[in-house]
């Protein structure tokens, strides 16, 4: 494995800990389970992020739960005092469409490694535990999410599925990836190849591959894929690929040192060169970004 990576999941891991420490000992929080790869049996990739739900007191959600935008690039001060208490936030991104219900979605990156938490906050009254999740503690038993509900979800993506199946098929191979999309949501709808049944959560996760085969510009970004567009949309011209994730790292090279006054130097440190750059080429790939004649980066046509 690849020391960043291994240097990536300690901090993960050490975040983790803290977090889950600091969660139980306030007496806001009446219980926090994680979600996604890491609630599984094997504890996801060394790569993985962090999906948390945390419940919160009624009197606490009043606040913290409290929604001004559905999407934005910041959060309200009550809920970034809350995530900030266990590391330098560098980036934040809302998206209440995520949120568990009666919730608020909120995804923070932090200084210290890197690591990034999708933070799911939801008041006690609201709050159902979806299956399968890894519980970290609880005050109070948290009931279930109904399974006649995940078969709804089920059958509804399923539906929805097969209304985009053809068009997928039709377009998959002139879009980069569009065949591997293909045989991924396929796997994914029938819970091949462990012949496990598939989950909302999978199947939702594949109308979102198959909707990128042919809709690319629907699919909802990461938080620092939006970042970087934006970054890109606002200085169209000026930079190649390399340039640009020098330019967020703070690169010393006299190559970058032109640009110290510029807003966004240095604005990504923790993240690494190599990682932006990744992150560059593959927005470049899916057709987010654009090359002009001098292979510097523009908004997509």
């Not at 960043?4 to 929080?29: H, K, Q």
């Not at 970034?80 to 923070?108: I, K, M, Q, S």
Request: charged residues 20%; contains cysteine; proline residues 8%.
């Amino acid at each position: 494995m690849h020391p960043n990576l291994i240097a990536y999941a300690a901090a993960r891991e050490a975040l983790l800990r803290r977090v889950a420490a600091s969660l139980e000992a306030d007496e806001r929080v009446v219980a926090a389970w994680l979600s996604g790869s890491l609630s599984r049996d094997g504890g996801g990739h060394a790569d993985s992020d962090i999906d948390l739900d945390v419940v919160l007191t009624d009197a606490a959600a009043v606040a913290l739960c409290r929604r001004s935008r559905v999407v934005a690039g910041e959060t309200t001060p009550e809920r970034l005092a809350f995530f900030a208490r266990f590391g330098r936030p560098v980036l934040v991104h809302v998206n209440h469409h995520n949120a568990l219900d009666g919730g608020t979605f909120t995804a923070v990156f932090y200084a210290e490694g890197a690591p990034s938490i999708d933070w799911r906050l939801v008041p006690l009254a609201r709050a159902r535990r979806p299956l399968p999740s890894r519980l970290l503690f609880a005050r109070t038993p948290i009931p279930a999410a109904s399974p006649t509900q995940g078969k709804a979800a089920i059958g509804d993506v399923r539906r929805r599925l097969e209304a985009l199946a053809p068009a997928a098929e039709a377009c998959g191979a002139r879009v980069p990836g569009g065949a591997g999309a293909i045989v991924a949501a396929r796997l994914a709808l029938t819970g091949e190849p462990d012949s496990s049944p598939p989950t909302p959560y999978g199947c939702a996760r594949t109308l979102r591959v198959l909707a990128h085969v042919f809709l690319m510009a629907e699919i909802p970004l990461t938080p620092l894929q939006q970042m970087l567009i934006t970054c890109v949309a606002a200085n169209p011209g000026r930079f190649n690929r390399s340039e640009l994730a020098r330019l967020l790292v703070g690169s010393p090279s006299t190559r970058v040192a032109a640009w110290q006054a510029h807003p966004d130097y240095g604005r990504l440190t923790a993240l690494g060169r190599k990682r932006l750059a990744a992150e560059i080429d593959s927005l470049v790939q899916q057709g987010f970004l654009a090359l002009d004649a001098h292979s510097r980066l523009i908004p997509r046509p």
